[in-house]
């Protein structure tokens, strides 16, 4: 299984249990699709870099888990299709750094090769 990070932006407007709830329904998810959520946290609301929907702020929750790539595109889709639902996006994360694997190797501190110039 692989490691991931979700980050779900959440309509300002929703209360504190509709944000739980929806923190709820998609950690079920994850786990009802063979995932394991290692970690759930709930930023609160922040305000936005530019608006989205009309929004300046958001709820921004960030899930962590284990799963397979077939388990991130139905919680991609379950998502896309949830009105509360503002933004969302996954990155696979590096299990030895908890970094996401995209980041160069540079950014952990570790040494890059040196280029030749032949």
């Not at 929806?22 to 936005?48: C, D, F, H, N, Y």
Request: glycine share 8%; hydrophobic share 40%; proline share 5%.
């Amino acid at each position: 299984m692989a490691h991931y990070e979700s980050m779900v932006l959440l309509k300002p407007s929703l209360t504190d249990d509709e944000v739980n709830g929806m923190t709820e329904k998609l950690s079920g998810l994850i786990t009802r699709l063979g995932g394991k959520v290692t970690q759930v946290a709930p930023w609160g609301k922040k305000k936005l870099a530019y608006e989205i929907d009309k929004e300046k702020k958001a709820v921004y929750v960030i899930f962590r888990f284990d799963g397979g790539g077939a388990l991130v595109r139905e919680l991609e889709r379950v998502c896309r299709l949830d009105e509360q639902v503002m933004r969302l996006m996954t990155v696979a994360i590096d299990p030895q750094h908890g970094i996401p694997v995209t980041v160069a190797p540079a950014a952990v501190g570790a040494t890059v090769p040196a280029e030749s110039h032949d």
